[in-house]
Structure formats: structure tokens, C-alpha cells
């Protein structure tokens, strides 16, 4: 699967006999009165209950999707002016959407209707989005990013949602399940690194236009420290962790096989991303705006100025590597846990909750229990315990009093 020409993508089966599009969801959002309603137009041409799902992108989705004010206004603000002209946005702003209140639903059968609406709309939005990256121009370079931005939450919010479907399928004092089993659960896996593709494919052909244009504050990170090093002890003591990680194939026999090109460069761009997330969870050195509670050492709930920068990594990694994480090769399957480690410490960001657990457990299954050491820390950090793998989950990374609630942010 591979977001840059989104063949193959299939967010979630339809499902008609049991959910209508159409029907009512939720109490009504009544209309109301604004001086300036930037969803005017978009929103008139849509049945009640889409209507009332824009209205949660407007005022609740589209706060969650960035952590800095100028980035968040780019979400609220321009979005809605780009989708005027381009129904695939439209269709990607209603899909996230609709999972977002699918997550903040309680009621089950409410649930599984929002997440149908979620699929459906993403199929209506892939369905010209694929057209319309055949040919990125000024007009629509904008758009498609927002679009590509927007697929990729889907993709982390959905494999979640698949993993913890396959595992409660699986008997609770299971160890390893059957080999189908963790195909899937490692095909779930991936498809975060498909998702942050998209983005990089629309940047790829169209950066200045995008940098140049409405979203600029979700493109661009000029700010960013030019050199990365790692910012504390404990940055430093985890990059010695990562860097030892490569004796896996420099201390054996496929040293010099081509593969090992890929597998150290993996590794190196991961190191770099930590040292990135590194520097921006110093307090007071890039003084935020807005900024996730992010677990900085296990134990520690600071702040990480910018979220994205643990994007970078899924962006920079060679095809050839993705290709060694689908052929379950040992060793890129240990960069990739370790990888899991950055997403698994964010705090309070609905569509990566739960993310790198469910990453790790799937790669432990992929490498089976006589490797489980290889990837004991990340485990460890994230809080699987992969004895009880599909038992019940202890987050070690529990928020704070202070921190604001799942369902807000």
C-alpha cells in the first residue's frame, strides 16, 4: 500500500445493511447566527447530519490536528476556503471528523456508525484525490497536502482501531497467534509510514507552492534547530542505545549485503528524530505557543513544542527499507519498535493514541518470543507487556492531573 499513488487503498468496507449515511446521529447542531460562517457554502450543501459533523471539525476536530496557534489556524481557517473548490478535502474533513466523534462516542452502536461514516467519506474523498495528484498544480497543490495531511490521521487512527479488532479476536493467554493473524496486525503496522507518504509526495511536486500558500504554517518548520544533537543525558543515553543497534548487522555475516546500506541509514535518520524531539522538549528554549504534553523519560511529562517532528522519520526512510519491514527482516523490525517509542510518548492526541503499543505488538509477533530482547526496551517504554501481550494494558504513561483530557484535545 502506498499513499503516493493510493492504489490499493481501502479504508474500511462499506457496510449498507446495517448504517445509513444519511440518518440522524447525533442531537442537532441548530444554526445560528456568525458574522463570519467560512464553511457557509460547504456546509448548506450538505444533509443535517454531515452538517453537524463539520461543525465539530470547525470547532473541536480541527484544534487537534497541530500543536502550535499558527498551524491550528491554518486547519480552521484556510482549510475551508481550499475545500471550496475541492470536494476530496471536503470528503477528508468529514472522514477525521467523524472519527473524532466516533472516539468521544460512548455508546457502541454510535461508535461503529461514526466510523462507518468515517470510511465512507474517505472512499468518496480517494476517489478524486487520485485524479487530482496526477497533476499537482498552484490551484490545488494546497489542497491536496491538507487532503494527504488529513488521510494520514485516518491511516494512525484507523490501524489502532484494526489492531485492538484483531487482538480481541485473539484468546487472552495466547502468546504468539497464527500466522495470518500477524500478517495483519503487521500490515496495520505499516500503514502509519504509508500515511506520512501522502504528505511528502504532494511536497515532492509541488514545495513551493505549498510553502508559498495557505498552508505554510503546516508545511514548513524554518524554526527547526539546523543541527540536531542530542539535548540532555538522557537523550544522550538513548542515542547509545540506538547506535548499538547496528551491531546487529555490522557483528554478522550480512555486513556487507545490500541491505545493511538501507538498514544503517534507517537508523541513523531515527537517531536524528530523536535528537530533534530532543531539543524541542527543552523548556523555555523554544517557548510554545501551544504544545503537547509529551513523557520525555518514562516518568517525566513535559512538553514537546511541535508533534510533527515525530513524523520525520516515517518521511525520510528509503523505499528499500519499507520493503525489508514487509519481508519481517529482523533487523528493520527492531529500528521500527524502537521508531514506535516516539509516537508511544505523546500525551492526549486522540488519533495516536495507542499507537506505538499496538506498533510494538505487532512486531513481537512478527519476531516471535526468541527475539523478544531486541526490542524489551521499547516495550518497556510504551507499556506491553509481551508475556500478556493480549491481556489487559497498563499505560505507564498515564497523563497528569494537570493535563488537559483525551476528549478535549
Not at 146 to 170: G, H, K, P, Q, W
Not at 260 to 285: K, N
Not at 382 to 400: H, K, M, S
Request: glycine share 4%.
Amino acid at each position: 500500500m502506498n499513499l503516493g499513488t493510493l492504489k490499493g487503498i481501502n479504508p474500511r468496507p462499506l457496510q449498507p445493511n446495517y448504517y445509513s449515511e444519511f440518518e440522524t446521529l447525533t442531537t442537532p447542531i441548530y444554526s445560528y447566527l456568525r458574522f463570519n460562517d467560512v464553511w457557509k457554502d460547504t456546509r448548506e450543501s450538505l444533509p443535517l447530519p454531515l452538517q453537524d459533523v463539520l461543525y465539530h471539525y470547525e470547532y473541536t476536530t480541527s484544534l487537534t490536528l497541530a500543536a502550535d496557534d499558527p498551524a491550528k489556524a491554518a486547519w480552521q481557517a484556510c482549510v475551508p476556503e481550499l475545500a471550496h473548490n475541492h470536494d476530496f478535502l471536503v470528503n477528508c474533513v468529514l472522514s477525521v471528523a467523524s472519527l473524532h466523534m466516533a472516539r468521544l462516542h460512548e455508546d457502541r452502536a454510535e461508535k461503529t456508525n461514526m466510523n462507518a461514516m468515517a470510511a465512507a467519506r474517505m472512499n468518496k474523498a480517494l476517489t478524486r484525490y487520485r485524479h487530482e495528484l496526477e497533476n499537482v498544480t498552484a490551484q490545488n497543490a494546497a489542497a491536496l497536502f491538507a487532503s494527504a495531511t488529513l488521510t494520514a490521521v485516518y491511516l494512525f487512527r484507523t490501524s489502532v482501531m484494526d489492531i485492538e479488532n484483531l487482538c480481541a479476536s485473539i484468546p487472552p493467554n495466547t502468546i504468539v497467534p497464527p500466522a495470518d493473524i500477524v500478517d495483519k496486525m503487521m500490515s496495520c503496522a505499516l500503514r502509519p509510514i504509508w500515511g506520512l507518504r501522502g504528505p511528502l509526495t504532494v511536497l515532492m511536486s509541488g514545495w513551493n507552492w505549498v510553502v508559498g500558500g495557505k498552508m505554510n504554517a503546516v508545511a514548513a518548520r524554518k524554526w527547526w534547530p539546523k543541527k540536531c544533537l542530542p539535548a540532555t543525558p538522557r537523550a544522550q543515553q538513548e542515542d547509545g542505545r540506538l547506535s548499538s543497534i547496528e551491531d546487529l548487522w555490522v557483528q554478522s555475516n550480512r555486513a556487507y549485503e545490500p541491505p545493511c546500506t538501507h538498514l544503517s541509514q534507517a537508523l541513523l535518520f531515527l537517531r536524528e528524530a530523536y535528537s530533534l524531539v530532543s531539543q524541542l522538549t527543552l523548556p523555555e528554549v523554544y517557548p510554545p505557543m501551544t504544545a503537547v504534553p509529551y513523557s520525555v523519560d518514562d516518568t517525566t511529562v513535559g512538553l514537546l513544542t511541535d508533534r510533527g517532528a515525530i513524523f520525520v522519520w516515517g518521511t525520510r526512510i528509503s523505499r528499500e527499507f519499507i520493503a525489508l519491514i514487509e519481508q519481517k527482516d529482523r533487523d528493520a523490525l527492531v529500528i521500527l519498535a524502537h521508531y514506535a517509542v516516539l509516537p508511544g510518548r505523546v500525551r492526549n492526541v486522540w488519533w495516536l493514541e495507542g499507537l506505538g503499543a499496538h506498533i510494538v505488538t505487532a512486531i513481537a509477533m512478527a519476531l516471535g518470543r526468541e527475539n523478544w530482547t531486541l526490542i524489551e526496551w521499547p516495550a518497556q517504554v510504551v507499556g506491553v507487556d509481551l508475556e500478556n501481550a493480549f491481556g489487559v494494558r497498563i499505560d505507564n504513561l498515564e497523563g497528569t492531573p494537570g493535563e488537559m483530557h483525551m476528549e478535549v484535545i
